[in-house]
């Protein structure tokens, strides 16, 4: 997964940098830094096999989440 992938899934499913920084575990001072998610959007960072299995994971719950409230309606 490149950078430009990972901004795209996340503003498609309107998700702030700070959300998946806290769902991955990049804290800074106890606080979900998002500054990491930025270095991995704008490519300063590698996003590795294991970072990408998770951010996988954070958006199958909330596309889960969204057609279970979805069907609700």
């Known amino acids: 997964m490149k ?3 990972l901004k795209a899934l996340r503003t ?5 940098q700070e959300e998946l920084a806290d769902f991955l575990g990049y804290t800074s001072k106890g606080k979900p830094n998002r500054s990491q998610i930025c270095r ?3 490519g300063h960072a ?5 970072v990408k299995m998770l ?19």
């Open 3 to 5: 950078g430009e992938e």
């Open 12 to 16: 498609k499913h309107n998700v702030t």
């Open 40 to 42: 991995l959007e704008n």
């Open 46 to 50: 590698t996003i590795n096999s294991r």
């Open 55 to 73: 951010i996988e994971v954070f958006f199958n719950e909330r596309s889960n989440e969204v057609s279970a409230s979805q069907a609700a309606v």
